[in-house]
C-alpha cells in the first residue's frame, strides 16, 4: 500500500474519532448538569417531608369522615329511622372514602421511599465530587490526546496503539527490528581510510610509542588502624551532638514546629499535591492532608526505597498509617518552609539545637 494510501486512512480514522470526542464531550456536560441536578433535589428533601407530612395527616382527617358526617346531621335526632339513616350516610362516606385514603397512602409511601433514597446523597460532598468529576475528564482527555498523537506517528487507529507498541517492543527485543539509536553503527576502521584519519593514526601511533606503563602501588590498609579510627569519629560526632541544646516542643495548637499543628497555610486542608506535586503516585498526590505529619507521612511511604508498589499503596490506604522515615520528614519540612513565613521563622529560631 502506497504511504498516501495510509495517510489518507490514518486522516479518516482521526476524523472519525474527533466526531467521537465531540459526543464524549456532549456527555460530561450532561453528566455534570445531572449531578447538579441531583444535588438540588437532594437539598429540596426537607421540604418534601414536610408536605408528605402536613398530607398524611389530612388522609387521618379524611379517615375520621364516616364517623364525624353523621353525627353532624342527627346530632339532635335518636329515633329508629335516624339511626338506620346514620348508618347508610356513614356506609356511603366511608365507600367513598376510604378507597381513595387507601391509594393516597400507598402513593405516599412511594414518595416517601423516594425521598429517603434521594436524601443518602444529601452527605455528599458534591463540591470535591464535581472537583474530581472535572479532573477525571481532564486527565482523560489529556490521554486521548497522547493516544491520538501516538496514533499518527504509528500510522494506525488509536485503539490499535496499544497491541502495535506491544508487538513492536517484542520485536525490538528478538533482535528483528531495533531503533535508530540502538543499532551497531560501524567503526572508523571499518571504513576507508580519509587522509585526515591516516594523519591522526599516525599521530597516535607516535605518542604510543615512547609510552611505559608504571605498576601504581596501592596503600596499605590497616583495618585495625581504620576501626580506632571509626570509633574515635562516632565518639566525636556524638559528644558534639549531645552539647547542642534541644529543640523544646510546645503544644500541638501553639507551636508551629509540633507535627500535630494546625497550620492555616495553603499546603494543608486541601491534597498532598499542593504541597509535594512530584510525587509520581497518583493515590499519594490526591490524598488529603492536614498536617505536618500526615504530609510527612505520605512522603514517607512514596519514597520509601525498601517497598513495592503493593506496599506502598496499602500504607496509602491505611487510615492509622503511622510509618515515618528521614527522607519523608525532610521533604516535607523543605515544602512546609518554603510556603509558610511562621514554620520557617520557628525553623530560625531552632537552627543550631537538636
Not at 460530561?28 to 441536578?37: A, F
Not at 444535588?39 to 402536613?54: D, E, F, G, N, P
Not at 425521598?115 to 486527565?139: G, M, Y
Not at 571509626?230 to 514546629?257: N, Y
Request: net charge negative; proline share 4%; glycine share 2%.
Amino acid at each position: 500500500m502506497a504511504d498516501n494510501d495510509i495517510d489518507r486512512e490514518v486522516e479518516e480514522m482521526l476524523s472519525l474519532e474527533h466526531s467521537e470526542d465531540t459526543r464524549v464531550t456532549a456527555l460530561q456536560s450532561q453528566v455534570s448538569m445531572l449531578m447538579e441536578q441531583v444535588q438540588k433535589l437532594s437539598q429540596q428533601t426537607a421540604q418534601v417531608r414536610s408536605s408528605i407530612l402536613t398530607i398524611q395527616e389530612e388522609v387521618q382527617e379524611l379517615q375520621k369522615l364516616p364517623e364525624q358526617v353523621p353525627q353532624m346531621l342527627w346530632s339532635d335526632s335518636n329515633t329508629r329511622l335516624s339511626n338506620k339513616n346514620r348508618d347508610d350516610v356513614a356506609r356511603v362516606v366511608l365507600d367513598l372514602s376510604c378507597k381513595s385514603c387507601e391509594t393516597i397512602n400507598e402513593e405516599i409511601s412511594k414518595i416517601d421511599q423516594f425521598v429517603e433514597q434521594i436524601s443518602r446523597w444529601e452527605s455528599c460532598d458534591w463540591k470535591q465530587l464535581i472537583t474530581e468529576q472535572e479532573e477525571f475528564c481532564a486527565q482523560a482527555q489529556h490521554d486521548d490526546q497522547c493516544m491520538r498523537e501516538l496514533a499518527s506517528m504509528l500510522k494506525v487507529a488509536s485503539t490499535q496503539v496499544v497491541n502495535t507498541v506491544k508487538n513492536n517492543l517484542a520485536k525490538w527485543v528478538e533482535g528483528d527490528v531495533m531503533p535508530s539509536f540502538q543499532r551497531e553503527q560501524p567503526m572508523d576502521l571499518d571504513r576507508p581510510a580519509t587522509p585526515a584519519a591516516l594523519n591522526f593514526r599516525s599521530a597516535i601511533q607516535h605518542v604510543r610509542e615512547g609510552e611505559t606503563i608504571r605498576p601504581t602501588e596501592l596503600m596499605r590498609f590497616n583495618l585495625a588502624e581504620a576501626e580506632q579510627a571509626a570509633r574515635m569519629q562516632g565518639a566525636h560526632d556524638r559528644a558534639t551532638t549531645a552539647k547542642q541544646p534541644r529543640v523544646d516542643v510546645g503544644p500541638p495548637q501553639e507551636d508551629p514546629l509540633h507535627l500535630f499543628h494546625p497550620c492555616t497555610c495553603n499546603i494543608f486542608r486541601t491534597k498532598a499535591q499542593a504541597a509535594l506535586p512530584s510525587l509520581r503516585s497518583d493515590l499519594a498526590r490526591s490524598k488529603p492532608v492536614n498536617n505536618m505529619f500526615e504530609l510527612a507521612n505520605v512522603a514517607s511511604i512514596v519514597l520509601d526505597p525498601f517497598w513495592g508498589d503493593r506496599r506502598k499503596e496499602e500504607e496509602l490506604l491505611a487510615k492509622d498509617s503511622m510509618h515515618l522515615t528521614v527522607l519523608g520528614l525532610a521533604h516535607a519540612i523543605a515544602a512546609h518552609r518554603s510556603s509558610c513565613y511562621a514554620f520557617s521563622s520557628a525553623l530560625k529560631e531552632a537552627q543550631g539545637k537538636r
